[in-house]
């Protein structure tokens, strides 16, 4: 939970995306990307781990969205209309613009 909390706080955006749940499928990894950082005396591990968990939900979601569509079109929060296939450059490029 702690991710999550911190980062809502670096970007509101993470309060939507499920990162607790993913860490939960994926718990070993999780455990063991933390035991290799112990090791390492370095976070590189986790780091590239968490980035890989958040790409991962990414794509769950716009599987999630590409499927729910009913129509071609999508409403953005502006009510402008982008094509489905449009969406994931949309959601991949605010993505980005989030984390970096």
Known sequence: MWHTAILVKWNPIFEYIPIESQIEKFQDDYYDAIAK?????ESTVFIEFMLAQIDNILDELLNQMTNSATDDAILDANGANH?????????????????F
Do not use: T
């Open 37 to 41: 950082c112990h090791v390492e005396g």
């Open 83 to 99: 094509d489905v296939d449009n969406m994931e450059c949309i959601l991949r490029s605010s993505a980005v613009a989030i984390l």
